[in-house]
């Protein structure tokens, strides 16, 4: 490897897969950017680490990263990050997925993976629509927001991603944006840390779909209503419901260890089980 490049590229298939697909403005990059910085925080083998995602935009990331990496069907990373994982405990697994694959489709996977507590690291990349197949609503597209399959405006209520996960029992969660870069990073580093289901929404900026649709403006427009539309745990505390109506609050919400991950668990179930069956040999 040259010696002038970054350290990001010793986790980039470089040489193969590039230039990426994404469109100019997206922020999938800078999402992958941080789980460089974050991965190369924890100083984990890459050899010890298994990116899985399903389809859409943000599924796309594992082939740019030089990990074991698994590109599978529609919402369904999780079922076969699970499977991996069982396999093989000693795998470090992030599942990366955008909001509809990770809600629609994928919302069981979603709920089961959170409540057993299966050790996965899962990011979340929210852009308000289905950006790959041409910006279909999902279940975090606004009220009143405009896409392909919502002419006259959505009407449905959204899905909060993060008050889902906690409630279905993840031990980590947490949101960000790609503005907010290093917040971003620490985050996801504290998301990777744990022994647990955890979770980071990502809210990131669809310029070609949702942002033309809407007549938000261009990227640089999507990226400051990141800026100015979003605030901190404890900035949400200090304002008035009239002053946080229509911002996105930051931070981690649930950061827990009371809850033993489920290849924990299930490593002793199987012990308990093969010593029952020794000692019914026995007699």
Same mark, same amino acid.
């Given at each position: 490897m040259a010696a002038h490049l970054p350290y990001e590229y010793i986790y980039l298939r470089y040489k193969k897969k590039f230039p990426h697909v994404w469109c100019p403005g997206c922020g999938i990059g800078i999402v992958m950017g941080s789980i460089i910085r974050a991965v190369d925080f924890m100083k984990w083998n890459m050899n010890d680490i298994l990116l899985v995602s399903g389809i859409g935009c943000t599924s796309r990331m594992p082939v740019y990263l030089d990990f074991n990496t698994l590109h599978t069907t529609h919402g369904r990373a999780l079922a076969f990050g699970t499977g991996a994982k069982l396999a093989n405990p000693s795998l470090k697994v992030i599942a990366v997925m955008g909001d509809g694959d990770a809600l629609a489709i994928g919302g069981n996977h979603l709920i089961h993976s959170a409540r057993r507590n299966i050790e996965i690291t899962t990011i979340v990349v929210n852009n308000n629509n289905y950006g790959m197949t041409g910006g279909q609503f999902s279940p975090t597209t606004p009220v009143g927001a405009l896409t392909t399959t919502t002419p006259y405006g959505m009407m449905e209520p959204v899905f909060d991603i993060c008050s889902l996960a906690?409630? *279905? %029992? @993840?031990?980590?969660?947490?949101?960000?944006?790609?503005?907010? =870069? #290093?917040?971003?990073?620490?985050?996801? *580093? %504290? @998301?990777?840390?744990?022994?647990?289901?955890?979770?980071?929404? =990502? #809210?990131?900026?669809?310029?070609?779909?949702y942002g033309r649709a809407n007549r938000i403006g261009d990227a640089v427009k999507m990226m400051e209503s990141l800026q100015e539309n979003t605030v901190t745990i404890a900035q949400a505390e200090k304002l008035s419901p009239e002053q946080r109506e229509g911002k996105i609050v930051r931070g981690v919400f649930v950061d827990r260890d009371d809850n033993e991950g489920y290849t924990s668990r299930y490593g002793k179930l199987c012990a308990k089980a093969a010593e029952e069956v020794s000692r019914r040999e026995v007699h």
């Amino acid at each position: 490897m040259a010696a002038h490049l970054p350290y990001e590229y010793i986790y980039l298939r470089y040489k193969k897969k590039f230039p990426h697909v994404w469109c100019p403005g997206c922020g999938i990059g800078i999402v992958m950017g941080s789980i460089i910085r974050a991965v190369d925080f924890m100083k984990w083998n890459m050899n010890d680490i298994l990116l899985v995602s399903g389809i859409g935009c943000t599924s796309r990331m594992p082939v740019y990263l030089d990990f074991n990496t698994l590109h599978t069907t529609h919402g369904r990373a999780l079922a076969f990050g699970t499977g991996a994982k069982l396999a093989n405990p000693s795998l470090k697994v992030i599942a990366v997925m955008g909001d509809g694959d990770a809600l629609a489709i994928g919302g069981n996977h979603l709920i089961h993976s959170a409540r057993r507590n299966i050790e996965i690291t899962t990011i979340v990349v929210n852009n308000n629509n289905y950006g790959m197949t041409g910006g279909q609503f999902s279940p975090t597209t606004p009220v009143g927001a405009l896409t392909t399959t919502t002419p006259y405006g959505m009407m449905e209520p959204v899905f909060d991603i993060c008050s889902l996960a906690g409630g *279905a %029992g @993840a031990v980590y969660v947490g949101r960000s944006t790609v503005f907010h =870069v #290093m917040e971003l990073d620490k985050i996801i *580093a %504290g @998301a990777l840390s744990k022994d647990g289901f955890s979770l980071v929404e =990502v #809210m990131s900026p669809c310029p070609t779909n949702y942002g033309r649709a809407n007549r938000i403006g261009d990227a640089v427009k999507m990226m400051e209503s990141l800026q100015e539309n979003t605030v901190t745990i404890a900035q949400a505390e200090k304002l008035s419901p009239e002053q946080r109506e229509g911002k996105i609050v930051r931070g981690v919400f649930v950061d827990r260890d009371d809850n033993e991950g489920y290849t924990s668990r299930y490593g002793k179930l199987c012990a308990k089980a093969a010593e029952e069956v020794s000692r019914r040999e026995v007699h």
